[in-house]
C-alpha cells in the first residue's frame, strides 16, 4: 500500500529554520520523482518542489527559491525539505507525494501532513 509519513514541522519565528521529512513505502521509490506540496488555509494546494532520481534535479517554486532545499535519500526511501529564513506566508500543512501517483490518483495517497507555523 503506498503511504506517506510526513514529519518535521513546527511553530517558528520569521527568519527561522525548519527541516521536514517524508518516509515513503508501498512502491519504488528510487524510481520515481518526488515533491513537497503545501496547503494554507483557504487555499488550493501548491507544489513546492520536486526532485528527480537518480540524478537528482531540483526545480523550486518562486516564493521559495533560495530558501528551500530538497533533498531525497533512495536507501532510506525518504524525502527531505530543508526551509531557511522562513517567513508568515510559509505557514501551511505541508505534503509530500510521488509525481507519478498525483497525475495518475490526483485524491489518493496524500499523508496526514505536517503543519509548519511561522510566526511573524
Known amino acids: 500500500q503506498v503511504q506517506f509519513v510526513e514529519s518535521g514541522g513546527g511553530l517558528v519565528h520569521s527568519g527561522g529554520s525548519l527541516r521536514l521529512s517524508c518516509a515513503a513505502s508501498g512502491f519504488a521509490f528510487s524510481r520515481f520523482t518526488m515533491s513537497w506540496y503545501r496547503q494554507a488555509p483557504g487555499k488550493e494546494r501548491e507544489l513546492v518542489a520536486s526532485i528527480t532520481t537518480p540524478i537528482g534535479i531540483t526545480k523550486y517554486a518562486d516564493s521559495v527559491t533560495g530558501r528551500f532545499t530538497i533533498s531525497r535519500d533512495n536507501a532510506k526511501n525518504t524525502v527531505y525539505l530543508q526551509m531557511n529564513s522562513l517567513k508568515p506566508e510559509d505557514t501551511a500543512v505541508y505534503y509530500c507525494?510521488?509525481?507519478?501517483?498525483?497525475?495518475?490518483?490526483?485524491?489518493?495517497?496524500w499523508g496526514q501532513g505536517t503543519q509548519v507555523t511561522v510566526s511573524s
Open positions: 507525494n510521488a509525481d507519478y501517483y498525483v497525475a495518475t490518483s490526483p485524491d489518493d495517497y
